[in-house]
Structures are given as C-alpha cells and as structure tokens.
T-cell receptor
Framework: ETGVTQSPTHLIKTRGQQVTLRCSSQSGHNTVSWYQQALGQGPQFIFQYYREEENGRGNFPPRFSGLQFPNYSSELNVNALELDDSALYLC???????????????FGPGTRLTVL | DQQVKQNSPSLSVQEGRISILNCDYTNSMFDYFLWYKKYPAEGPTFLISISSIKDKNEDGRFTVFLNKSAKHLSLHIVPSQPGDSAVYFCAASESGGSNYKLTFGKGTLLTVNP
C-alpha cells in the first residue's frame, strides 16, 4: 500500500510570487484535503477535493486554489504570496463513498514553504 | 475562536509510566474525535479515534476516553516508551457536515524519559 506523498519537500519563494504544491493520495483513497500548519499551531483546514471538485473550504482567501485529477492526485496553488504564507502545507487523503465518508485522514510528510 | 483546545503545551513522563494527554472541545456538533502523533519533519500519523456513540476505545497501549457531557477527551498511553516522544494532536470532525474537515488543537509535546 502506497502512502501519501508530497512534492517538493522544501520551497523558498519571494513575496508576490506564485507556488504550486503537489500531492499523491494513498492508494484506494479518493478524497484529498489540504491543511496549513504554522509554527506552534495545529493544522488548519484549507479545502477538500472529491470527484475533482472542491468539497468544502476553510477560512482562506481565494488566492488559495486547488485541483484534483482523475487519478485522485491534487495540487495546491497559492498566488500573490505573502510573508504569512510561510508554513508547512500538509496533504491528507481519505475515502468517501457517495455521501458517506471515513473520518480518518492520512497525512503526507508536508511541504515546507518559506516566503521571503 | 479555538474549537479544540489542548491546554498543556508539554508533558514529561518516565518510561514505563502512564501518559495522559487531554483535549477539550466547544462545538457540540463534533461527533468524531481522532488523535495524531507527529515527529519533526514528518506529517501527522493517525493513532486512534472514537465516535461520540462510545466513551472508550482501546488499541494496544493507547486508549481514548470521551466524556461528552464535559466535552472532554483524553489519550492514555500505557506503558510509555521513549519512542512515544512526539507532538500529539487532538482533532475533531462533524460526520454530518458537507465535508469532513478535521479541526485540530495546538498539540502537546510529550517527552518520555528513559
């Protein structure tokens, strides 16, 4: 069974730039959620994708956007980077059957984004 | 407004003794609770979960207790081992919501001393 993978591991960008982070879900999982973890905080929900559509969004501005592909992998895009976007970005995969979903989500190792 | 609170930033215990990590929540719509362990430079690892229809769930050395009336849950690790040293996150979700986002606490750093 293949776990959740994320790329890149680390990334350094400057303010105003755009970034794309990638995630491959665990085999057998069809739902991907993205979280932002700032230093000293717990992960904060950004959004979730199921059936290639956004299935819920946390309190993040529209410059945070995402995609899910037919193979269930996903991308997180952040435009107009700000200094406060520096954080660990975590991808989690889970399984959904129609309107019912498993609550357990399984996380990747994360991408550490630094905005200078 | 923090809906999931872990009021102890850190906890230190001796190897072989019991570790008790606590978590409180304010949102009465939460009906499923999870504990994750996180080592530095790794993503959170799922440990154990409990549905609100239960008050206890056990898996090996790990037991989670849920007190719905107090909106409180705790994770017991017995016996504690040095390899258990990590940050532990409590998380909650609403099964009937439109999505199944997890709401996390800030975490508790557990140190198990040999």
């Amino acid at each position: 069974e293949t776990g959740v993978t994320q790329s890149p591991t680390h990334l350094i960008k400057t303010r105003g730039q755009q970034v794309t982070l990638r995630c491959s879900s665990q085999s057998g999982h069809n739902t991907v959620s993205w979280y932002q973890q700032a230093l000293g905080q717990g992960p904060q929900f950004i959004f979730q994708y199921y059936r290639e559509e956004e299935n819920g969004r946390g309190n993040f501005p529209p410059r945070f956007s995402g995609l899910q592909f037919p193979n269930y992998s996903s991308e997180l895009n952040v435009n107009a980077l700000e200094l406060d976007d520096s954080a660990l970005y975590l991808c989690a995969s889970s399984l959904t059957y129609g309107s019912w979903a498993y609550n357990e989500q399984f996380f990747g190792p994360g991408t550490r984004l630094t905005v200078l | 407004d923090q809906q999931v609170k872990q009021n102890s930033p850190s906890l230190s215990v001796q190897e072989g003794r019991i570790s008790i990590l606590n978590c409180d929540y304010t949102n009465s719509m939460f009906d499923y609770f999870l504990w994750y362990k996180k080592y530095p430079a790794e993503g959170p690892t799922f440990l154990i979960s409990i549905s609100s229809i239960k008050d206890k769930n056990e898996d090996g050395r790990f037991t989670v207790f849920l007190n719905k009336s107090a909106k409180h849950l705790s994770l017991h690790i017995v016996p504690s081992q040095p390899g258990d040293s990590a940050v532990y996150f409590c998380a909650a979700s609403e099964s009937g919501g439109s999505n199944y986002k997890l709401t996390f606490g800030k975490g508790t750093l557990l140190t198990v001393n040999p």
